[in-house]
């Protein structure tokens, strides 16, 4: 890939915060040592601090020596990078103080103009407004906003309204750092150019899907943030249907941006909702206690620091999902995640069924069945588990599992696999948008969880508990091995 043919100023209001300083700086610094940034480009922080550059170019350089690996940071690419860094003040809710900003940005007309809002949603109007009216934007801007975009549908559509004032759609960039991610961007190749696959992917052939997002974390000192959202909100609401759109979405007619993004909505709009009836069936909420996680004891959410005694907020969810489409009638789509798991893990798990005759010996028919698992984190790749004779002449027709393995970092030319977020930004300077979200995707999606949301919110009992370190309530099994399923770790 080549370098881009314009040069950009990337603006990144919110500069000295961690998403900033952990992710978008190291990520912009691996463009230009890969040549995929102009050499004209420039990277201008914005937060209301006063500082002067030299100060702000001191502290990204402490950053990306902390977050890149010693032998990734070359110092002559390091110094070339560190030079196009700029720094401007600027109180974001006073337009008056955007001229600062005016006065360092390039005025060509045809110089593009990146705004990335690596701040809270709250403000993400005012900043847009006070952009716009101060003379900060040309034909040539866009804007990048981050999730979480509101806490519901109302608040979500407000946030949307007030940047819609000043920016196109074509001009919005919502980010999921997920859907930069190498294996879900090859979700895409490996559904629509394998026949194998193309040809089987339907409730023919699939019996169920899991879809399982766990973090070893917990609060990690963010409890005020996070209690107020839980992990409906912070996960199901963009990460996993996002993922569960781009697995059991039809063909796109081409790989354009709006097609993608069109059969995506229609993902979003035959999800059966989840009715009160269904949330003791097809619902689980959980909250982790306390418990032990890689041998250290580790606190309760209800123990950490700053704990609400009348929360009511959960850390595990899993919801069995069901697309009233004619392609998945019949097949449950399993979406589980939560905090405090045995490990951090993030996959799909697509199951199919097994032949309608079994012609081996009975015993082993418990064998009969071919998965595919597509890993995300923590090392990308892709398996396929099949059916093989085990070997031997004294085994006769003894049939064994075997798994066919694709790990991304082994089979690539490329000495590593790019951060989610470097795609995306290269994504953004190139001016593509099929890996962002569609203002009506957010919309419907926010919609199917404000549902089941308002059951909740009417629902005296606490969470399930589920001790740190393991997979959450037994209940969430119990919700697949009453249709004959089993998460995939205990198969």
């Known amino acids: 890939m080549s370098i881009p043919n314009t040069s950009s100023d990337i603006v990144i209001f919110g500069a000295m915060g961690d998403l900033a300083q952990r992710k978008l700086f190291a990520s912009l610094y691996q463009l230009d040592r890969a040549g995929l940034l102009s050499q004209e480009s420039r990277i201008i922080g914005v937060a209301r601090h006063e500082e002067d550059t030299a100060s702000f170019t001191n502290t990204c350089e402490e950053s990306l ?51 990335y809002y690596a701040t809270p949603a709250s403000i993400y109007g005012s900043i847009s407004r006070n952009l716009t009216r101060s003379g900060c934007t040309n034909t040539n801007s866009c804007v990048v906003l981050e999730k ?179 392609r998945w009638a019949g097949v449950p789509f399993y979406l589980r995640t939560g905090k405090r798991m045995p490990e951090k893990l993030s996959q799909i798990t697509v199951h199919f069924k097994p032949q309608p005759h079994f012609i081996f010996d009975e015993s082993q028919r418990h064998l009969a069945q071919n998965k595919l698992v597509i890993r995300l984190q923590p090392e990308e790749g892709i398996s396929l588990q099949i059916l093989n004779k085990d070997h031997g002449l004294n085994k006769g027709m003894r049939l064994r599992s075997e798994s066919l393995n694709l790990n991304f970092s082994q089979s690539s030319e490329q000495s590593r696999i790019p951060d989610a977020y470097e795609r995306l930004l290269l994504e953004v300077i190139q001016g593509n948008q099929y890996l962002f979200v569609r203002r009506d995707e957010v919309e419907h999606a926010w919609n199917w969880c404000d549902q089941l949301m308002g059951h909740w919110a009417n629902d005296t009992k606490p969470p399930q508990p589920y001790s740190a370190g393991s997979w959450g309530p037994k209940a969430s099994d119990l919700m697949l091995i009453k249709d004959g399923n089993s998460w995939h770790e205990d198969q």
């Open 65 to 115: 020596q902390k977050y890149i690996k010693a032998d990734e940071l070359e110092p002559e690419i390091l110094a070339r990078f560190l030079d196009k860094i700029e720094y401007c003040a600027v109180n974001f809710t006073e337009t008056e103080s955007y001229q600062n900003l005016k006065a360092i940005l390039d005025q060509s007309a045809e110089r593009a103009r990146i705004f």
């Open 148 to 326: 979480p975009i509101g806490h519901n549908l109302q608040s979500s559509n407000e946030v949307n309204d007030q940047v819609a004032e000043y920016f196109d759609e074509t001009q919005i960039y919502r980010i999921d750092h997920y859907l930069g991610k190498e294996t879900v961007q090859n979700l895409i190749a490996l559904r629509f150019a394998n026949p194998l696959f193309g040809s089987q992917w339907n409730q023919s052939h699939i019996s169920h899907v899991e879809i399982t997002v766990a973090e070893k974390v917990g609060i990690e000192g963010r409890w005020g943030y996070f209690d107020k959202a839980g992990q409906m909100r912070d996960m199901v609401q963009n990460h996993l249907l996002q993922l569960l759109c781009l697995t059991a979405m039809d063909p796109p007619d081409d790989l354009s941006a709006d097609m993608i993004r069109n059969e995506k909505v229609k993902v979003l709009k035959a999800l059966r909702p989840i009715t009160l009836e269904m949330c003791n069936t097809h619902v689980v909420r959980g909250r982790y206690t306390k418990g032990v996680l890689e041998g250290n004891p580790v606190p309760g959410y209800m123990e950490e620091e700053g704990a609400n005694p009348d929360s009511k907020t959960e850390t595990f969810v899993a919801i069995k999902a069901e697309i009233n489409n004619w």
